[in-house]
């Protein structure tokens, strides 16, 4: 349902050419903006600029009941569990046929998007949509505790839709993103990232199936919970990470993935895990076809003494619901001046995010760091 609409302002023209200036509501949004164009031709076209200090979700019909996101996940946990529930890309199609209604040149300036718990705020972008392809550039905004700049075009005029996407933003809350998500790991702190990323499909799950391009992650001064840590013969916990294990939690200083992405299937380039123990290098590859990974891990002390630290595990199963356990015959993957050499050309294109923002960024202190033996 959608909220009781009011509008103050000035209409003029015609079917054939109009122009409006003014101020609307829909429920508790509120809209103020200039617009013109036509509603005849092939398709009606749009031109304008729409600025709001709040668009809430549910007065445009797309938050079932005015519920937020937590309330609608929190009902779905109370119905029978399905196959589906193993996945975490969904299959429902996007209304991709949509973009075919309209032509639309609009600039766009919100100050906040209520409806969703990962509050979304000062979301300043263009669109322009023009017989289907879709162009959003620029676009930035305020998500999780950070900072985002993407661009997203979508072609909607094929069988295949195809869909691009470039993104980065720093100083992402890991823990409340991945609380939005059905991914169980249960990790937290800081996050940097860039996205290059192109696929084709009609869903979710065919898009993420098709992917091409890469993905960069840098995650700092984070924490993983124990739980996720316990191996299948020898808890790592008492070796690998602190004392701060016996709260519930273990320390990470610093966490570097690089995948690049070919039809479906990432391989990793960069994998580095520091912990105030150790330091970890791994391999590996994502399958999102069938939404599993497979992950080597082998671990490097910081300390002699921490002899079991030598013993390499994997990260492994679906993606919902990885696991880790002991791995004895994998050789080590690389040198521990490689680990220490490799990530560099990675860190170079995150400086423009914690190069400026956080001169203390454990991930910028790895180069300092000496090679364990």
């Not at 509501?25 to 809209?31: A, H, I, M, P, V």
Request: net charge negative; with cysteine.
């Amino acid at each position: 349902n959608l909220g009781a609409f009011s509008y103050d302002g000035e209409l003029s023209g015609s079917i054939e050419s109009f122009a409006a200036r003014g101020k609307a509501s829909l429920g508790d949004t509120r809209l103020d903006g200039s617009f013109s164009g036509s509603l005849s031709g092939q398709r009606p076209a749009v031109k304008g600029k729409i600025s709001s200090p709040l668009v809430r979700l549910a007065d445009l019909g797309m938050v079932p009941d005015g519920r937020s996101l937590e309330e609608a996940l929190a009902a779905e946990e109370q119905q029978p569990a399905t196959s589906d529930d193993k996945w975490v890309f969904d299959e429902a199609p996007i209304p991709f046929e949509t973009l075919q209604l309209i032509d639309l040149d609009l600039d766009l300036d919100l100050q906040r998007v209520q409806g969703v718990d990962m509050q979304i705020d000062q979301i300043e972008g263009r669109i322009e949509l023009l017989g289907g392809q879709l162009r959003i550039d620029p676009l930035s905004f305020e998500f999780v505790g950070g900072q985002a700049d993407a661009t997203l075009h979508a072609d909607a005029r094929e069988d295949q839709p195809q869909v691009q996407l470039k993104l980065s933003a720093n100083n992402v809350d890991l823990a409340k993103l991945l609380s939005q998500t059905r991914v169980q790991v249960p990790l937290d702190g800081t996050l940097d990232v860039i996205l290059d990323l192109k696929g084709k499909g009609g869903s979710p799950r065919a898009l993420a199936s098709s992917l091409n391009g890469n993905t960069q992650l840098a995650l700092a001064d984070g924490h993983v919970l124990t739980g996720l840590l316990t191996l299948t013969t020898v808890n790592p916990v008492s070796w690998v990470f602190t004392e701060s294990a016996r709260k519930g939690y273990s320390k990470l200083n610093c966490l570097i993935l690089r995948f690049e992405a070919e039809d479906g299937l990432a391989r990793s380039q960069v994998l580095l895990l520091d912990t105030p123990n150790m330091l970890a290098n791994g391999t590996g590859q994502i399958d999102l076809h069938s939404e599993s990974l497979a992950i080597d891990v082998v671990p490097h002390a910081k300390q002699q003494h921490l002899v079991p630290v030598s013993i390499p595990f994997s990260i492994e199963g679906r993606l919902a619901d990885p696991s880790i356990s002991i791995n004895k015959t994998k050789a080590s993957l690389r040198t521990s001046k490689e680990v220490l050499l490799s990530p560099l050309n990675l860190l170079g294109s995150l400086l423009p995010f914690v190069g400026d923002s956080a001169q203390d960024n454990p991930c910028l202190t790895l180069k300092n760091v000496t090679p364990p033996q």
